[in-house]
């Protein structure tokens, strides 16, 4: 079903601009929301960055396990993503959004956290503690630790949609209003 | 051709997470530069990220002036965002890449910057001096002064590509290879 990413191309798995889902576990509870402004940071070692505002409950819990997943979601996913992104996992008594939601995992390898079946990459990350931009900017910095895709739709370091239409990525705009990845271009140099 | 984007509303600009070409200028020097790797911080004000290597001219240029543009090419400039990607506007003798490639340019309002003609939407930025995390992680954060859209494809706050398949924006993957913004879909929550 997927397949280990080289990390050296792990951020080609984030280079087009996907909205991503970031999951988290710590002490026996864990979340997953919705969040669109992830971006790479350097190749090699692969970094990242996410924003993740204070006041969610994510925000908690990979303060204090000092690990996330970015999971990438994909077409058929739509009202999941929509739903994990307007709801909040610590409104939720007894019970979480996966068990709220029907959501399936599977675990990840490096770290403690739930990835989410049916997405189509997914990120391993170690924060880099900077507590400055977290606390000024909701900033994190986090060094990718592990990387998986769906080899339907992404294999030796490149995407490919064609006839996956389902499993093609997400980008938010704004209130549940989303693009889908669209055709592959090439420049002619 | 082009309209103001309200400032609380600029994020929606960059929010699907589209490539982008840094322009900047000072001293009467000035460049333009690719860049993927680009995302919102922030609503209101508007805050975005960008990385920039060290080693490029733009860099030279943004940290000696304090200001960039960003402009939002499209399908119809996929050639030039290549080429300014894949050029050093320090390696053109006498010219810079304006020149070079026969871009045309408008004058932004609030910064000191070239805003390149045929794109769909541009951003005025002052810097958010942190060395630690310019020096660091190649890390610039800016706050958006001023920004602007062709309101064929966005106005009143979205995108609204149908019917303009030139002026979609890219997502760049590697080596040149894009993906087109494609189809508009709604969640149903």
């Given at each position: 079903?997927?397949?280990?990413?080289?990390?050296?191309k792990?951020?080609?798995?984030?280079?087009?601009?996907?909205?991503?889902?970031?999951?988290?576990?710590?002490?026996?509870?864990?979340?997953?929301?919705?969040?669109?402004w992830?971006?790479?940071?350097?190749?090699?070692?692969?970094?990242?960055?996410?924003?993740?505002d204070?006041s969610?409950?994510?925000?908690?819990?990979?303060?204090a396990?000092?690990?996330?997943?970015?999971?990438?979601?994909?077409?058929?996913?739509?009202?999941?993503?929509?739903?994990?992104?307007?709801?909040?996992?610590?409104?939720l008594?007894?019970?979480?959004?996966?068990?709220?939601?029907?959501?399936?995992?599977?675990?990840?390898?490096?770290?403690?956290?739930?990835?989410?079946?049916?997405c189509?990459?997914?990120?391993?990350c170690?924060?880099?503690?900077?507590?400055?931009?977290?606390?000024?900017?909701?900033?994190f910095?986090?060094?990718?630790?592990?990387?998986?895709?769906?080899?339907?739709?992404?294999?030796?370091?490149?995407?490919?949609?064609?006839?996956h239409?389902?499993?093609r990525?997400?980008?938010?705009?704004?209130?549940?209003?989303?693009?889908?990845?669209?055709?592959?271009?090439?420049?002619?140099?």
């Amino acid at each position: 079903m997927y397949s280990h990413v080289q990390l050296n191309k792990a951020y080609r798995l984030l280079n087009h601009g996907p909205t991503i889902l970031v999951s988290s576990r710590h002490n026996g509870k864990q979340n997953i929301m919705a969040a669109a402004w992830v971006t790479p940071l350097d190749f090699d070692p692969p970094r990242i960055t996410v924003v993740i505002d204070k006041s969610t409950y994510t925000r908690e819990l990979i303060e204090a396990s000092g690990t996330f997943a970015i999971n990438v979601p994909c077409v058929a996913q739509l009202d999941v993503v929509r739903k994990v992104g307007t709801t909040s996992g610590r409104d939720l008594e007894d019970t979480d959004k996966f068990a709220q939601f029907g959501l399936e995992t599977f675990t990840a390898k490096e770290i403690d956290a739930p990835l989410l079946k049916g997405c189509v990459a997914w990120l391993e990350c170690r924060i880099i503690p900077e507590p400055y931009n977290q606390n000024t900017y909701d900033l994190f910095i986090a060094k990718v630790v592990a990387a998986y895709a769906d080899e339907r739709v992404f294999s030796a370091g490149h995407w490919h949609f064609e006839g996956h239409d389902d499993l093609r990525t997400l980008h938010h705009v704004a209130g549940g209003e989303f693009f889908v990845t669209g055709a592959a271009v090439k420049a002619s140099l």
